[in-house]
C-alpha cells in the first residue's frame, strides 16, 4: 500500500473527527444551519491537511453567499487550535498537519452545469435512447 493509501485514509479520518466536533463541540453561531467537511486532501508529507467545507445558505436569512461563506471560513480560523488539538489527539499522530480551510464549490459548479444543459435544451433521456440505437 503507498503513501496515496494512507493520505487518503488519513483525510479520512480527518473528516470524521472535525465532522464530530462540529456535532459536539464546536457551538459557534456562524456555523448554524448546513455546513459540513465534504473533503479533506492531505498533502504526501502529512504538513497539510485542506478541509473542504459545504455551506448551503438558507435563502431566509438576509445575507448573501458569499457574506455566509467568509463567514463559515473565520469561525473554521477560531476553531483551528481546538480542531489541529483534536486530531491530533484522536488520531494519534506524532506531528499533527497544519490544517487549511477551503469553500467547496463543487455543488455550484454543478448547479452551473445543470443550468446550462437545462437552456441548451438537451433531455438526456433522449440522449441515452439515442446511444442506445446505435
Do not use: C
Not at 504526501?44 to 445575507?63: H, K, Q, R
Not at 469561525?75 to 488520531?91: C, D, P, Y
Not at 494519534?92 to 455543488?107: A, Q, Y
Request: hydrophobic share 35%; no cysteine.
Amino acid at each position: 500500500m503507498g503513501k496515496g493509501y494512507r493520505t487518503g485514509r488519513l483525510g479520512e479520518e480527518i473528516r470524521r473527527v472535525v465532522s464530530d466536533l462540529l456535532l459536539r463541540e464546536i457551538k459557534d453561531p456562524r456555523l448554524s444551519g448546513i455546513v459540513s467537511i465534504s473533503a479533506v486532501e492531505v498533502t504526501a508529507d502529512y504538513s497539510y491537511a485542506t478541509l473542504f467545507i459545504s455551506v448551503l445558505n438558507d435563502p431566509g436569512s438576509g445575507e448573501s453567499e458569499e457574506e455566509r461563506k467568509i463567514e463559515v471560513l473565520e469561525a473554521f480560523q477560531s476553531a483551528k487550535g481546538l480542531i489541529r488539538r483534536e486530531v491530533g489527539r484522536q488520531i494519534k499522530l506524532k506531528h499533527v498537519p497544519e490544517i487549511l480551510f477551503k469553500i467547496d464549490t463543487s455543488l455550484e459548479y454543478g448547479r452551473h452545469i445543470s443550468k446550462v444543459i437545462a437552456e441548451l435544451g438537451i433531455d438526456r433521456e433522449e440522449e441515452d435512447g439515442d446511444k442506445e440505437e446505435q
